[in-house]
């Protein structure tokens, strides 16, 4: 157990629908990270929360949008979605990542656009 | 984009063999950690190491890290059944803020012959 819980674990969802999927951190991390994993692929980096602030973004397109709580949980907000937006999304928390901790995932959401 | 490679893409062996698993990365780093994956799970961290070390020991596994060489490496010893999975190095990917999440290759799916 890592101590980071994503919510729901599966889900299905129309095209062009928009979805929202959430994240409870470890107790005491401050930061928090998305990823997106397609079938046989590694994790692709989202974009990460450090106190509530967006601190860092990978190559995807403004419609993947997030938050961060002062309690330090976050949600990952997807609009318009499309086919190739289902995969595995997880979610990964840690201590401030510039002075290398763990970082902790979670067991992820599964993610099915129809 | 991908920017860390795993090799090889796939191993099988016998259960009780060792198993050895590579991983490049291009960009200068000061950490990189090591996770397992089963099948459509969420991941677990591994192992942990810094760039100032050379080789970290958890358990049956060993780390190795050379910098000068932009490689690690990943050795499970007396495998067992239960090894069965995928394994994913990861390194920070660096912004002008400093560290904001992990890039990662397309994992080593080890399989475990009883």
């Known amino acids: 157990e890592t101590g980071v819980t994503q919510s729901p674990t599966h889900l299905i969802k129309t095209r062009g629908q928009q979805v929202t999927l959430r994240c409870s951190s470890q107790s005491g991390h401050n930061t928090v990270s998305w990823y997106q994993q397609a079938l046989g692929q590694g994790p692709q980096f989202i974009f990460q929360y450090y106190r509530e602030e967006e601190n860092g973004r990978g190559n995807f397109p403004p419609r993947f949008s997030g938050l961060q709580f002062p309690n330090y949980s976050s949600e990952l907000n997807v609009n318009a979605l499309e086919l190739d937006d289902s995969a595995l999304y997880l979610c990964?928390?840690?201590?401030?990542?510039?002075?290398?901790?763990?970082?902790?995932f979670g067991e992820g959401s599964w993610l099915t656009v129809v | 984009s991908q920017q860390g490679e795993e090799d090889p893409q796939a191993l099988s062996i016998q259960e009780g063999e060792n198993a050895t698993m590579n991983c490049s990365y291009k960009?200068?780093?000061?950490?990189l950690q090591w996770y397992r994956q089963n099948s459509g799970r969420g991941l677990v961290h591994l192992i942990l190491i810094r760039s100032n070390e050379r080789e970290k020991h958890s358990g049956r596994l060993r780390v190795t890290l050379d910098t000068s060489k932009k490689s690690s490496s990943l050795l499970i010893t007396a495998s067992r059944a239960a090894d069965t999975a995928s394994y994913f190095c990861?390194?920070?990917?660096?912004?002008?803020?400093?560290?904001?999440?992990?890039?990662f290759g397309k994992g080593t799916h080890l399989i475990i012959q009883p």
């Open positions: 990861a390194y920070p990917r660096y912004s002008g803020g400093g560290a904001d999440g992990l890039t």
């Open positions: 990964a928390s840690s201590l401030p990542q510039g002075e290398g901790n763990t970082i902790y």
């Open positions: 960009t200068s780093i000061n950490n």
